[in-house]
């Protein structure tokens, strides 16, 4: 009986167990209930690659650097462990978790997966950006959050406007890192880090890893764990890229057939990438004529217009949205189905960005590319990037993706003639038309060169004699095409003197001559061809014997092939197993995952020693140190005014002085309040007040100190919807009593 039991007890363990392992999801992390619930809501049942290498490493309290391609789940991978550390909101204990991101649209995309996550537990969140009113954010901080979720440089202004000591932050997350760099924020990210406590957890989740990056963890994160995923497959598998070359002229036309009939706008989600705002503008009225429901986010548009304008994109209340490179990064659209790059990216890394919001989490998408003659080096930086070579169009070729084709005229011609009427029409469209055209020629100078090996092979690049694209198959245009590529390549066996009027004169008998004396050279260098053959006649004439398979010839250490474009005798220097080539094989992705290195940043730096050779020469001269102007386009003398703009601060960087105002102390002299500061420093008073405590009153009893503490005139949400009530149900009895009364006057 006892072996029974003992058999029973193994096999329910065996069960268990297998139970256990089988799951591999969210339920093997040990997280909390409440948590593990609100993941289940949102979907989620297995965890992405980063998600399953990232969580675990940070459960146990390790920093991490995170490297993993677009679109992978990187969100998800912080906020997880995020709340399963926190756990529950402390009240009046300041922020305990810092978020940072690159772009206004990722944080508040943060933000509301975090409220979705956190639907179970009583933690409070708070989302700090430019472009909206500081006072609001005042009152915010005043509520003690456990979460902030911000933008580097308003978060900053607000440490330095409110003094703040970040002394309760334990756990810092830097969103899109690379991102927050190219976009300049390094300054605050190093002040930020700075004023941050020794014992944190920091994470930081990026696309690449530049080297600038590096230096920043090595200066501000102690002992961190790399996490690198899907190095190699920086683009996904399902995602079908078409490269259509055009003119640039013919860029708008071919984007309103796209949207007209290659793409089904009622069904299908379409981000449009456009080079600058007056683009997205232009284009944006020219939809609307067309009758195609659009959407619109730039950098210089309103924080509130912005919000709305993807809401109704992400409603399917308008299928297309034109944006500029501001949404290349960190926008996360559910089930998104096509991206139109209108004008070719100058970074192979911004590509790969643009397209990854398609293709996400298992579904297939398409990508179009509009590559005009000046944007072929940037395509082939981007194929020398991806390792992957570029598939030209062919008659009769089947769409799978990567393949570079050109666009029929036909269909130009029909959208040139449309756009032109509405031009003629409006001027409204004309007057905007040369406004693109002026910015897109600013645009052009900011634009990054491409390299020079790519420039010198795309002269090589076959423009002229490409094939139609798949995407636009129609069985009457093939043939049409087929018949002009047949006279493309159609080449006369006789010459121009051999015909009309000229075949009349003495010409022609010359040409004739000259035709025959090539015909005998050419017949004795195909026989001396034919008895330097070495190739065995036995061969050819036992043609019906057994040929050997691929499997036969496995026993051969090495197999060389015979060709007859191919010498028989190569002088090649390489030798495969010995030599090394003064490239590495990762040397043009390692290249294109780094920042951009333009003039400007670089002159930016620069300095122009101008030292006299004696005391007179140098006496004269006022300023012995130049610097290179953005603006003016030329150096200029370091006078100290640039200085005199900025504020140093206690990490010894120089920082905007429009960070430091009086916004904070009018704000409090309005609202009547006092942010109470951390006392534990001073020695008279034995009271530990927390730096994020509420706002109180100020002021007191003079002479005298009460144990009561001062009331705080600053109400939550709670206190508010509270005191409404009271005031509805006052009113509401002040009225039956009076309706009362006028009914017994009456009677």
Known sequence: MEDLQVDLSTVLSQKEAKHKKKSGGFQSMNLSQCLLKSILRKGYKVPTPIQRKAIPVILDGRNIIAMARTGSGKTAAFLIP????????????????????????????TMKFTRELGANTDLKTTLVLGGEKIENQFAAIHESPDIIIATPGRFLHLVLEMDLKLSSVEYVVFDEADRLFEMGFQEQLQEVLHRLPTERQTCLFSATLPKILVDFVKAGVEDPVLIRLDVDLQISENLKSSYLICRNDDKTAILLHLLKNVIDINKELTVVFLPTKHHVEHVNDLLEKSDIPCSYIYSSLDQMARSIHIAKFRAKKACVLLVTDIAARGIDIPHLDNVINFNFPAKPKLFVHRVGRVARAGRSGTAFSLVSSDEVPFLLDLHLFLGKPIKMAKLHMENEGDICGSVPQSVIDDEADLLQSWYQLTPELSSMLKVTKNAYCQFL???????????????????????????????????????????????PNTTIFEHGALSKTQAKQVMLKKRQIHAEILNQKRVAHDDDDDEPKEKIEKADQEYATESDLQIFSQTFHSSKNVPKKQNNFKDKDHYISYVSSEHYKEKGLGLESTFERQAASAVLDLTGDD??????????????????KRFVGDSGLEKSKKMKTESGAWIPKSYKSDLYKKWQEKNKVKYQQDESESDTDARKVSHFRGAVKGGGMKGKKSNKPPRRELKNKEEILKARNRTERLQSHAKKKRQLKMNRRKK
């Open 445 to 491: 100078k900011s634009r990054p060169a491409p390299s020079s090996e790519s420039v010198k092979r795309a002269k090589n690049f076959p423009l002229s004699s490409l094939e139609i694209h798949p995407i636009f198959k129609n069985d009457t245009e093939l043939e049409r095409n087929k018949f002009i590529a047949d006279m493309k390549n159609y080449r």
């Open 615 to 632: 005391d007179q020469t140098s006496g004269k001269i006022k300023s012995s140190k130049k610097k290179w102007d953005r603006k003016k």
């Open 82 to 109: 995020m709340f399963e550390r926190l756990k529950s909101r402390i009240a009046k204990s300041g922020a305990r978790a810092l978020i940072f991101s690159p772009t206004r649209e990722l944080a508040v995309q």
